[in-house]
């Protein structure tokens, strides 16, 4: 038995070392030029306010933008501005993007329905969705409710679009394959539209998500103490500007979180469609 195992030693061929160069990882030049250029640019924000180019009061350091950023952080400001924001646009998003999915799914599989609803979201959608605030107001009062509906309808109809889209650009000999199999209307659903839908139908959460995030700073400037768009808002009236730069990266570093987030979750569900 020993001597079998140091025969098989003494076979065993090294490790081919070009092989192995050849599957080391490669960097990936895409990622290193994302990671470049919001440098270069904070470098030459920066470079211009130190030589007086930019006057510092309108347009701070990033320095100084990153230290307001890293004392509000600590004092536990930022996090709840940031906390009360991100909780009006989850609420709506989910009261938005839920209804949407499935009347976009339905317009899409169904020329009736498609008849009905389409009129309607054609003759809406074109319409500002932060000039409905004063009259969602009126109706929910300018408390909580009315952030979550704004924010829900403007959620609304990018996802119902592209929810539409997805179905109907499911190429027909899909369904034909189905009908053929003996397929119903259920397992034409779930084994058809939806995975032919999934990939648009993420590509419309994703503008839905933005459209939230856009719409809950908008609604907190009109009618909100608290929240990113309310800080932003006291610190542009109190010539705070290091504070209103604070926000805005902070609400661009959720934006892009959650984009990423939402592009991960449909690598992970929708695996088949790369």
């Known amino acids: 038995m020993a001597r079998e195992i140091i025969i098989t030693a003494k076979d065993a061929s090294p490790p081919d070392l070009s092989e192995m160069a050849v599957r080391r990882p490669r960097v990936n030049p895409e990622l290193i030029l994302g990671i470049i250029s919001p440098i270069l640019i904070l470098a ?6 130190r030589a007086g180019r930019l006057n510092a009061l309108f347009f701070p350091p990033p320095t100084v933008v990153f230290q ?13 501005e940031v906390g009360v924001s991100l909780r009006r646009v989850l609420y709506g998003f989910v009261l938005g993007a839920a209804p949407a999915v499935v009347i976009g799914l339905s317009m899409g599989w169904s020329r009736r329905v498609r008849a009905f609803v389409e009129p309607i979201i054609a003759a809406t959608y074109p319409v500002p969705k932060i000039a409905l605030l004063p009259m969602i107001m009126l109706i929910f009062g300018i408390g909580e409710m009315s952030k979550i509906v704004i924010i829900a309808v403007g959620t609304f109809f990018p996802v119902a679009i592209n929810a539409t889209a997805s179905v109907l650009g499911i190429p027909p000999t899909f369904f034909e394959v189905a009908r053929n199999f003996g397929a119903g209307r259920f397992k034409t659903f779930t084994r058809v539209v939806l995975p032919g839908s999934l990939p648009i139908v993420f590509t419309g959460l994703r503008l839905g998500f933005g459209m939230a995030l856009l719409l809950v700073v908008a609604a907190e400037f009109v009618a909100a103490r608290e929240g990113v768009g309310a800080m932003i808002w006291l610190a542009w009236q109190t010539l ?8 805005i990266v902070a ?3 959720i934006g892009l979180i959650s984009t990423r987030g ?4 449909e690598r992970r569900l929708v695996r088949w469609s790369r």
């Open 44 to 49: 030459l924000w920066e470079g211009l306010v």
């Open 68 to 80: 307001t950023m890293y004392r509000m952080t600590l004092s536990g400001d930022l996090p709840a």
């Open 240 to 247: 705070r500007t290091e504070r209103l730069y604070a926000g």
């Open 251 to 253: 609400w661009a570093a």
């Open 262 to 265: 939402l592009q991960r979750l």
